[in-house]
């Protein structure tokens, strides 16, 4: 079956460096992929998007890769802040407009 | 702009009893769709609506239904609750045109089945 899986460790970096996000699928080639932040108690909120012919995407400190000879995706957040503390989530679609969602990745920053 | 609502925010049933979760999105969004969030499962869909009176099973539909009211109100029906539909429900909204795919969530309605 088609799957999105993402580190379920917790990754826990110092102020000011980048965090990198890793999301991989299995079983299927995704059109696109989707990067969402969680904050606990919250929704979730979409941040990017990134379609399979683009290499790499970027918003503010945001960067996203799209690998499809690795099937992974990569989300860095460069010059880190305490307050990008959050569970980040990867998801892609599976067909009409239904999309599945990797367990996301928790990130912690320390001042 | 309220986005999108859900009620409650948070309930207790026993085994047995029936509820309803309610959702409501002000983007005039053509999709809408039920997610269960569970401890290291992520999210996981339960159903969806691409557009104003259609419905369709997800992932996991067992024990729920739904309903799309209108446009802006998609509700998720516990006949019968039982203790593994305890979960974090979501509910979320997408424009539902090609090129446009992200969603809209709410908050979060947090059921717990005794």
């Known amino acids: 079956s088609q799957k999105i899986e993402q580190n379920s460790e917790a990754l826990n970096i110092q102020e000011g460096k980048t965090a990198t996000l890793t999301c991989n699928y299995t079983?299927?080639?995704?059109?696109?992929l989707q990067w969402y932040r969680q904050d606990p108690g919250r929704g979730p909120v979409f941040l990017l998007l990134?379609?399979?012919?683009?290499k790499e995407k970027r918003k503010e400190r945001l960067k996203v890769t799209f690998d499809t000879t690795l099937k992974q995706s990569l989300f860095h957040i460069t010059a880190s802040q305490p307050a990008d503390s959050a569970t980040y989530l990867c998801a892609g679609p599976t067909g009409g407009f239904k999309t599945i969602f990797g367990a996301g990745t928790r990130l912690f920053v320390k001042a | 702009n309220a986005g999108v609502t859900q009620t409650p925010k948070f309930q207790v049933l026993k085994t047995g009893q029936s509820m309803t979760l309610q959702c409501a999105q002000d983007m005039n969004h053509n999709s809408m769709y039920w997610y269960r969030q569970d401890p290291g499962m992520g999210l996981r869909l339960i159903y969806y609506?691409?557009?104003?009176?259609?419905?369709d099973k997800g992932e996991v539909p067992n024990g729920y239904n739904v309903s799309r009211l209108n446009k802006r109100e998609f509700s998720l029906r516990l006949e019968s609750a039982a203790p593994s539909q305890t979960s974090v429900y979501f509910c979320?909204?997408?424009?539902?045109?090609?090129?446009?795919?992200?969603?809209?969530f709410g908050p979060g309605t947090r059921l717990t089945v005794t």
């Open positions: 609506s691409a557009s104003e009176g259609t419905t």
């Open positions: 079983n299927y080639s995704p059109a696109y």
């Open positions: 990134i379609r399979e012919n683009e």
């Open positions: 979320a909204s997408s424009p539902g045109e090609t090129g446009t795919y992200e969603q809209y």
